[in-house]
């Protein structure tokens, strides 16, 4: 083992692991990180602690991991590489691991054009693979980025996000083995919905063997609205999303959200997408039930550009 | 080149408002290329500005000049026979000129009459595009002559984010996917097995990132 991570001792066990997401909220309002997390409690292995999605501030990735770490639950701590150089991530990872934080996934981010701060600069010290890799070297090496040693290193297990939906489609496995040789631990994935393919990008992960190499998360969101359906079908449409799902949307309604319905099934499960979080941002998604009912599964890290 | 645009007659306005005489400075180099402030742009400005001038009941004296190229004190050295003419200085070069002159004219007010945009290169008539950062560490010749950091809107540098969609950039459908670009140009080379070499994190000390930057060669400087 690698880390003290409980993701990692599952996913190495050989089990099926399922995390779910919860968005910090836009308010320094700790009890609805733990109102969250409260829901999740019994049903995930691990819970995905976004950072600031799609470019809109919110209360910080690590303090709300923080918080859930607390009530004695697994956290995944996220952090893009838009808004922090390589002295504040490494800062930030010092950080929560000294409060038992030891499970990360390292993106690039939403660029901030999509967010209520289109005119904050972007940082993009690091691209999410030197991001991988710079974790994996604290951990294993020792060491900072810059090259000096670090006084108790963070053993983090690293993970990163793939999505097999976007262009071009050759590149995509093999930026999945760029991962994996920066030293990616396990790959969360965009939200599927084309399943054929996503099989061919699994049978291109196969034939190179990377499956062996990195554990696979496969991404599920499932829709909320007829609305959410139509407007995934439509956004989507050009990176092959939401087709299979758009006539199904009455199944999805009413449905329990997020990794419930799938937990230790035979697909790893992970609700985690970006589509929804789009229309959220965009203000174009019918709204369904309060605003916490919408956050509940509308509020998305990562899924749209995973790097 | 590096690009300009002219800035809206409104602010150009506002800013000379106090001055009667203006030198207007136009450079015959980067900003007559993209059209912004070259010797027609120079006359094209200095009648717009009269004659909002005029509307407001005020006699705006002009004296136009082009310099050949407004960063280079040899060249800024010809204003020397106008510029006790003028109130201000209103510049079309771009920021390198405008400062220059501010350099040299240490009395004199200067303002910039266009907004520098970027290093780039014209894609047809009437459109320019940016190709450089001026990084200081060119990976041009690992990357099929196609810059991730210019061209990129997240400046990676190891491959395409999930927001790549048939060539396109996410931010933006005219934008064109920097790594789908580089993809693209590297099968052409036959260099696809490049892609998975890892580029490591760029040391941005050759950047802005490092401080205002110089170049100094020992064997031209004086």
Known sequence: MKTESALEKILAAGHLAVTSECGPPRGAVPEKVKEKAEKLRGYVDAINVTDNQTAMVRMSSFAACLIIRQMGLHPILQMVTRDRNRLAMQSDILGAYSHGINTMLCLSGDHPCFGDHPMAANVYDLDSIQFIQMVKNMRDEGKFQGGDEILNPPKMFIGAAANPFADPFELRVARLAKKVKAGADFIQTQCIYDLPRFEKWMQGVRDRGLHEKIHILAGVTPFKSAGMAKYMNQVHEEQSAGHECAGRDDQAHGRGSQGQAGRRRSQPLRGDHTAPQRGERRGRFPHHGDRMGREGAGDREKGRTPS | ?222
């Open chain 2, 1 to 222: 080149m590096i690009t300009a645009e002219r800035k809206p007659i409104e602010e150009i306005m506002e800013s000379i408002r106090p001055f009667n005489r203006i030198l207007l400075v136009g450079c015959n180099e980067c900003v007559t290329v993209c059209a912004a402030g070259g010797r027609k742009e120079v006359g094209l400005l200095s009648s717009a500005l009269q004659m909002a001038c005029m509307k407001e009941g005020k006699v705006l004296d002009v004296k136009e000049m082009t310099l050949e190229r407004q960063c280079d004190p040899e060249y800024v050295e010809e204003l020397v026979s106008a510029i006790n003419q003028a109130d201000a200085v209103l510049s079309m070069a771009c920021g390198c000129g405008v400062q220059e002159v501010a350099r040299r004219f240490k009395e004199k007010p200067v303002f910039p009459a266009v907004n520098t945009k970027f290093m780039g290169a014209s894609e047809r008539q009437g459109v320019w595009a940016e190709r450089c950062q001026g990084c200081g560490d060119c990976v041009l010749g690992l990357t099929g002559g196609i810059c991730p950091v210019a061209r990129c809107s997240k400046r990676l540098l190891n491959g395409p984010c999930g927001g790549s969609t048939r060539g396109k950039c996410e931010i933006n459908a005219e934008v064109d996917c920097a790594w789908q670009l580089i993809w693209d140009r590297l099968k052409a080379l036959g260099l696809e097995k490049r892609y998975e070499d890892i580029m490591p994190a760029k040391d941005w000390r050759t950047s802005r990132d490092g401080g205002p930057r110089r170049i100094i060669r020992e064997d031209l400087a004086s």
